[in-house]
T-cell receptor
Framework: QKEVEQDPGPLSVPEGAIVSLNCTYS??????FMWYRQYSRKGPELLMY????GNKEDGRFTAQVDKSSKYISLFIRDSQPSDSATYLC?????????????FGSGTKLNVKP | NAGVTQTPKFQVLKTGQSMTLQCAQD?????MSWYRQDPGMGLRLIHY???????DQGEVPNGYNVSRSTTEDFPLRLLSAAPSQTSVYFC???????????FGQGTRLTVV
Protein backbone atom coordinates (compact mmCIF):
# COMPACT_ATOMS: atom_id res chain seq x y z
CA GLN A 1 0.00 0.00 0.00
CA LYS A 2 1.31 3.42 -0.94
CA GLU A 3 1.81 5.91 1.89
CA VAL A 4 -0.29 8.53 0.09
CA GLU A 5 -3.22 7.76 -2.22
CA GLN A 6 -4.76 10.25 -4.62
CA ASP A 7 -7.38 9.80 -7.32
CA PRO A 8 -5.64 10.59 -10.64
CA GLY A 9 -8.80 11.91 -12.30
CA PRO A 10 -9.01 13.56 -14.75
CA LEU A 11 -11.58 15.89 -13.27
CA SER A 12 -13.42 18.18 -15.68
CA VAL A 13 -15.63 21.00 -14.36
CA PRO A 14 -17.25 24.14 -15.79
CA GLU A 15 -15.85 27.54 -14.94
CA GLY A 16 -17.18 28.81 -11.61
CA ALA A 17 -17.67 25.36 -10.10
CA ILE A 18 -16.42 24.34 -6.67
CA VAL A 19 -13.71 21.72 -6.96
CA SER A 20 -12.83 19.19 -4.29
CA LEU A 21 -9.54 17.32 -4.46
CA ASN A 22 -8.67 14.65 -1.91
CA CYS A 23 -5.90 12.43 -0.59
CA THR A 24 -5.78 9.66 1.96
CA TYR A 25 -2.72 8.47 3.81
CA SER A 26 -1.69 5.60 6.02
CA UNK A 27 1.09 6.99 8.24
CA UNK A 28 -0.29 8.72 11.34
CA UNK A 29 3.10 10.39 11.90
CA UNK A 30 2.61 12.85 9.04
CA UNK A 31 2.35 16.37 10.43
CA UNK A 32 2.74 18.74 7.48
CA PHE A 33 0.27 18.53 4.62
CA MET A 34 0.92 20.36 1.38
CA TRP A 35 -0.70 20.93 -1.97
CA TYR A 36 1.43 21.47 -5.06
CA ARG A 37 0.18 22.65 -8.44
CA GLN A 38 1.85 21.51 -11.65
CA TYR A 39 1.13 23.11 -14.99
CA SER A 40 1.77 21.11 -18.15
CA ARG A 41 5.48 20.62 -18.87
CA LYS A 42 6.50 22.50 -15.72
CA GLY A 43 7.79 21.51 -12.30
CA PRO A 44 5.39 21.44 -9.31
CA GLU A 45 5.04 24.59 -7.21
CA LEU A 46 3.78 24.86 -3.64
CA LEU A 47 0.20 26.14 -3.45
CA MET A 48 -0.37 25.97 0.30
CA TYR A 49 0.34 23.88 3.37
CA UNK A 50 -1.30 23.01 6.69
CA UNK A 51 0.24 21.88 9.93
CA UNK A 52 -1.60 19.08 11.77
CA UNK A 53 -5.41 19.15 11.67
CA GLY A 54 -7.71 21.98 10.72
CA ASN A 55 -8.47 24.34 7.88
CA LYS A 56 -6.45 26.96 6.07
CA GLU A 57 -7.81 29.45 3.58
CA ASP A 58 -5.93 31.42 0.93
CA GLY A 59 -8.13 33.34 -1.45
CA ARG A 60 -10.21 30.87 -3.46
CA PHE A 61 -8.34 27.90 -2.01
CA THR A 62 -9.10 26.06 1.25
CA ALA A 63 -7.05 23.17 2.60
CA GLN A 64 -8.55 20.80 5.16
CA VAL A 65 -6.87 18.10 7.22
CA ASP A 66 -8.69 15.43 9.17
CA LYS A 67 -6.01 13.44 10.98
CA SER A 68 -8.54 11.14 12.66
CA SER A 69 -9.65 9.93 9.22
CA LYS A 70 -6.21 10.34 7.59
CA TYR A 71 -7.86 12.43 4.91
CA ILE A 72 -6.95 15.78 3.39
CA SER A 73 -8.81 17.98 0.94
CA LEU A 74 -8.26 21.00 -1.24
CA PHE A 75 -11.29 23.07 -2.22
CA ILE A 76 -11.20 25.56 -5.07
CA ARG A 77 -14.06 28.06 -5.18
CA ASP A 78 -15.13 29.88 -8.34
CA SER A 79 -12.76 27.76 -10.41
CA GLN A 80 -11.10 29.42 -13.39
CA PRO A 81 -9.61 28.01 -16.60
CA SER A 82 -6.22 29.11 -15.25
CA ASP A 83 -6.69 26.57 -12.43
CA SER A 84 -6.38 23.78 -15.01
CA ALA A 85 -3.35 21.82 -13.84
CA THR A 86 -2.35 18.70 -11.97
CA TYR A 87 -2.66 19.00 -8.19
CA LEU A 88 -0.40 16.87 -6.01
CA CYS A 89 -0.77 16.41 -2.30
CA UNK A 90 2.41 15.94 -0.26
CA UNK A 91 3.19 15.13 3.36
CA UNK A 92 6.09 15.16 5.80
CA UNK A 93 6.59 13.65 9.23
CA UNK A 94 8.83 13.94 12.24
CA UNK A 95 10.16 10.38 12.35
CA UNK A 96 12.75 11.12 9.64
CA UNK A 97 13.48 14.66 10.82
CA UNK A 98 10.97 16.00 8.31
CA UNK A 99 13.44 15.36 5.52
CA UNK A 100 11.42 13.50 2.95
CA UNK A 101 8.33 14.54 1.05
CA UNK A 102 5.73 11.87 0.31
CA PHE A 103 3.73 12.78 -2.78
CA GLY A 104 0.38 11.59 -4.06
CA SER A 105 0.12 10.63 -7.72
CA GLY A 106 -1.66 13.88 -8.63
CA THR A 107 -5.17 14.75 -9.86
CA LYS A 108 -5.48 16.36 -13.27
CA LEU A 109 -8.06 19.15 -13.26
CA ASN A 110 -9.57 20.75 -16.36
CA VAL A 111 -11.75 23.84 -15.91
CA LYS A 112 -13.79 24.50 -19.03
CA PRO A 113 -14.63 28.12 -20.01
CA ASN B 1 18.43 34.05 -8.30
CA ALA B 2 18.11 31.11 -10.70
CA GLY B 3 16.49 28.64 -8.24
CA VAL B 4 16.87 25.02 -9.37
CA THR B 5 18.44 24.52 -12.78
CA GLN B 6 18.30 21.22 -14.61
CA THR B 7 20.16 20.32 -17.77
CA PRO B 8 19.48 19.09 -20.35
CA LYS B 9 15.75 19.75 -20.91
CA PHE B 10 15.43 16.94 -23.45
CA GLN B 11 17.55 13.87 -24.14
CA VAL B 12 17.29 10.77 -26.31
CA LEU B 13 19.52 7.85 -25.42
CA LYS B 14 20.09 4.46 -26.92
CA THR B 15 19.72 1.40 -24.74
CA GLY B 16 22.94 0.76 -22.86
CA GLN B 17 24.27 4.31 -23.04
CA SER B 18 25.13 6.20 -19.89
CA MET B 19 24.58 9.83 -19.11
CA THR B 20 24.43 12.37 -16.30
CA LEU B 21 21.51 14.66 -15.58
CA GLN B 22 22.71 17.86 -13.98
CA CYS B 23 20.99 19.73 -11.14
CA ALA B 24 22.19 22.90 -9.47
CA GLN B 25 20.57 25.18 -6.91
CA ASP B 26 21.67 28.57 -5.64
CA UNK B 27 19.51 28.80 -2.50
CA UNK B 28 21.96 27.06 -0.13
CA UNK B 29 19.42 24.28 0.51
CA UNK B 30 20.63 21.28 2.46
CA UNK B 31 18.09 18.85 1.00
CA MET B 32 18.16 17.83 -2.66
CA SER B 33 16.32 15.03 -4.37
CA TRP B 34 15.60 13.40 -7.70
CA TYR B 35 12.17 12.20 -8.79
CA ARG B 36 10.83 10.55 -11.86
CA GLN B 37 7.30 11.23 -13.02
CA ASP B 38 5.41 8.73 -15.12
CA PRO B 39 1.74 8.88 -16.16
CA GLY B 40 -0.48 7.62 -13.36
CA MET B 41 2.49 7.04 -11.05
CA GLY B 42 3.04 10.51 -9.69
CA LEU B 43 6.43 11.58 -8.37
CA ARG B 44 8.62 8.68 -7.31
CA LEU B 45 11.73 9.41 -5.27
CA ILE B 46 14.94 8.04 -6.79
CA HIS B 47 17.70 9.36 -4.50
CA TYR B 48 18.06 12.17 -2.03
CA UNK B 49 20.71 14.01 -0.06
CA UNK B 50 20.58 15.94 3.22
CA UNK B 51 23.92 17.61 2.72
CA UNK B 52 27.28 17.43 0.97
CA UNK B 53 28.71 13.92 1.17
CA UNK B 54 25.41 12.35 2.35
CA UNK B 55 23.09 10.51 -0.01
CA ASP B 56 20.45 7.86 0.40
CA GLN B 57 18.15 5.76 -1.72
CA GLY B 58 14.53 6.54 -2.36
CA GLU B 59 11.71 4.43 -3.69
CA VAL B 60 13.15 3.52 -7.12
CA PRO B 61 16.98 3.72 -6.99
CA ASN B 62 17.94 0.82 -9.25
CA GLY B 63 19.87 1.87 -12.34
CA TYR B 64 20.76 5.31 -10.96
CA ASN B 65 23.69 6.72 -9.03
CA VAL B 66 24.13 10.05 -7.28
CA SER B 67 26.83 11.96 -5.46
CA ARG B 68 26.82 15.25 -3.58
CA SER B 69 30.27 16.83 -3.43
CA THR B 70 28.98 20.39 -2.97
CA THR B 71 25.86 21.96 -1.48
CA GLU B 72 24.89 23.35 -4.88
CA ASP B 73 25.10 20.33 -7.18
CA PHE B 74 23.39 16.96 -7.20
CA PRO B 75 23.92 15.06 -10.47
CA LEU B 76 22.00 11.90 -11.35
CA ARG B 77 23.82 9.25 -13.36
CA LEU B 78 22.15 6.62 -15.48
CA LEU B 79 24.57 3.74 -15.62
CA SER B 80 23.19 1.75 -18.57
CA ALA B 81 20.00 3.26 -19.96
CA ALA B 82 16.96 1.03 -20.43
CA PRO B 83 13.61 1.80 -22.11
CA SER B 84 11.97 1.53 -18.66
CA GLN B 85 13.88 4.67 -17.70
CA THR B 86 11.98 6.73 -20.24
CA SER B 87 10.39 9.37 -18.03
CA VAL B 88 10.38 13.00 -16.93
CA TYR B 89 12.99 13.62 -14.25
CA PHE B 90 12.69 16.40 -11.69
CA CYS B 91 15.30 17.68 -9.30
CA UNK B 92 14.07 19.45 -6.16
CA UNK B 93 15.70 21.24 -3.26
CA UNK B 94 14.56 22.59 0.09
CA UNK B 95 15.75 23.54 3.53
CA UNK B 96 15.58 20.64 5.97
CA UNK B 97 12.19 20.53 7.70
CA UNK B 98 10.77 23.00 5.15
CA UNK B 99 7.33 22.55 3.64
CA UNK B 100 8.29 24.07 0.32
CA UNK B 101 10.37 22.16 -2.17
CA UNK B 102 11.60 24.02 -5.24
CA PHE B 103 11.57 22.03 -8.44
CA GLY B 104 13.53 22.38 -11.62
CA GLN B 105 11.81 22.49 -15.01
CA GLY B 106 12.40 18.81 -15.62
CA THR B 107 14.36 16.66 -18.07
CA ARG B 108 12.40 14.63 -20.59
CA LEU B 109 14.38 11.47 -21.25
CA THR B 110 13.58 8.94 -23.95
CA VAL B 111 15.49 5.67 -24.15
CA VAL B 112 15.15 3.85 -27.45
Amino acid sequence: QKEVEQDPGPLSVPEGAIVSLNCTYSNSAFQYFMWYRQYSRKGPELLMYTYSSGNKEDGRFTAQVDKSSKYISLFIRDSQPSDSATYLCAMKGAWNNFNKFYFGSGTKLNVKP
Amino acid sequence: NAGVTQTPKFQVLKTGQSMTLQCAQDMNHEYMSWYRQDPGMGLRLIHYSVGAGITDQGEVPNGYNVSRSTTEDFPLRLLSAAPSQTSVYFCASSYLEATEAFFGQGTRLTVV
